[in-house]
């Protein structure tokens, strides 16, 4: 059945780096776009970056411009999101998503969900 698996979450210093990872199986990953989800405790889910299904397309909220990227390898059934330049507004449970239909930041068209991954950034 369908599933993702996203890892890489840790506690880092502001300034430092990290690189997220989403595996998935069980559903035909190329066709589906791959967003990242991150959520504070107490506040909305926020929609971070998104990558579409040929890996050609990518979106970014405005607060990680430039210090974010995302990519997929389509091959390994992978996606991932490298984070540098961490800051301490970035701390927040991250999560991958895949979509087959619909637009990038609407949650409600993803249709797969991974578990989440802790990311803390403190010194």
């Known amino acids: 059945q369908p599933q993702l698996v996203d890892s890489g979450g840790e506690l880092v210093q502001p300034g430092g780096s990290l690189r997220l990872s989403c595996a998935a199986s069980?559903?035909?990953?190329?066709?589906?776009?791959i967003g990242w989800f991150r959520q504070v405790p107490g506040k909305e889910r926020e929609g971070v970056s998104c990558?579409?299904?040929?890996?050609?397309?990518?979106t970014y909220t405005n607060s990680v411009k430039g210090r974010f990227t995302i990519s997929r390898g389509n091959a390994k059934n992978m996606a991932y999101l490298q984070m540098n330049s961490l800051k301490p507004e970035d701390t927040a449970v991250y999560y991958c998503?895949?979509?087959?239909?619909?637009?990038?930041?609407?949650?409600?068209?993803?249709?797969?969900w991974g578990q989440g991954t802790l990311v803390a950034v403190s010194s």
């Open positions: 990558i579409s299904a040929s890996g050609g397309n990518t």
């Open positions: 998503a895949a979509a087959r239909w619909g637009t990038c930041t609407r949650e409600a068209d993803y249709d797969y």
């Open positions: 069980g559903f035909t990953f190329n066709y589906y776009r």
